[in-house]
């Protein structure tokens, strides 16, 4: 069993082994998941099946290591077989575009919370900073959900506000800390019966977001798909700069999607 942050990384033998991935699958735990399975492959075994339908979430890195990888096993002649997999896993992959490059055996349809109420015409705010660097990914992504869930927003729409949200407090906590005690991450969600807009700020250096390269489904990266991932479940992502750091505002409509492919 192979443990890093919060996944779990289980291979069992069989016909064909199986890795079952349990916990948050992120840019911490790609390591785990590519010694599993470069393990099974140094014994000669191309075929391999996953288990994720225990994977509380999982974002792009994620979803970059496994195709990766099952696109490695192909060209060795074999195949990786999503046995079980999440909805949120399920949606991930088919909002990004690489839901074909697997063999999905099975759809594990996870149980919902109940949906709260929603006041129509309600205006809705939720606010919070914490310091950086921290691990406090999960909780942001609760809180938001949280806010989410309150709206009439479907489920899939709410799977891909947790991933646009998951995506840029990462992003946030890798490129955004210059080492300063005083560094902070600040999420500022305001919704109402049109829209929820989500804007988390963290002190990060200028960039240009169009220059960041669309993955290729041929040879998707493990890393820097976050970009890419927020635009694909969001209506609108926007990036500014000043001289204290960086906000980005992502926007999902209630209803039907109002997609914005320039942002």
Not at 218 to 230: A, D, H, K, V
């Amino acid at each position: 069993m192979l443990a890093l942050a919060n996944c779990i990384v289980t291979v069992q033998p069989g016909q064909p082994p199986l890795v079952t991935l349990t916990g948050e699958v992120n840019y911490e735990s790609t390591d785990s998941i590519k010694e599993a399975i470069e393990g099974l492959l140094h014994d000669g075994l191309t075929r391999i099946a996953m288990d994720c339908s225990s994977v509380d979430f999982i974002d792009s890195s994620g979803i970059g290591t496994i195709i990766r990888w099952a696109q490695k096993l192909r060209a060795a002649g074999g195949e990786l077989v999503l046995r079980s997999a999440t909805q949120q896993t399920v949606h991930a992959l088919q909002i990004s575009g690489f839901a074909d490059l697997l063999n999905i055996e099975h759809v594990y349809d996870s149980p919902r919370p109940e949906r709260k109420p929603c006041v129509s015409g309600l205006w809705q705010q939720v606010k919070f900073s914490i310091p950086l660097p921290a691990d406090k990914n999960g909780l942001i992504r609760q809180r938001v959900t949280e806010l989410a869930e309150s709206m009439p927003f479907s489920r899939y729409q709410i799977d891909d506000i947790r991933l646009a949200v998951g995506e840029a407090v990462s992003n946030a906590i890798r490129h955004g800390c210059n080492g300063g005690e005083s560094d902070r991450l600040s999420v500022n969600c305001t919704g109402d019966e049109e829209k929820l807009v989500i804007r988390v700020r963290y002190p990060g250096d200028k960039f240009d977001p169009d220059a960041v390269p669309i993955p290729d489904p041929c040879n998707p990266r493990e890393g820097g798909m976050g970009i890419y991932f927020m635009r694909a479940s969001m209506d609108s992502v926007d990036y500014t700069f000043d001289e204290t750091g960086t906000t980005v505002t992502m926007t999902k409509y209630i209803g039907a999607r109002i997609k914005n492919n320039g942002n």
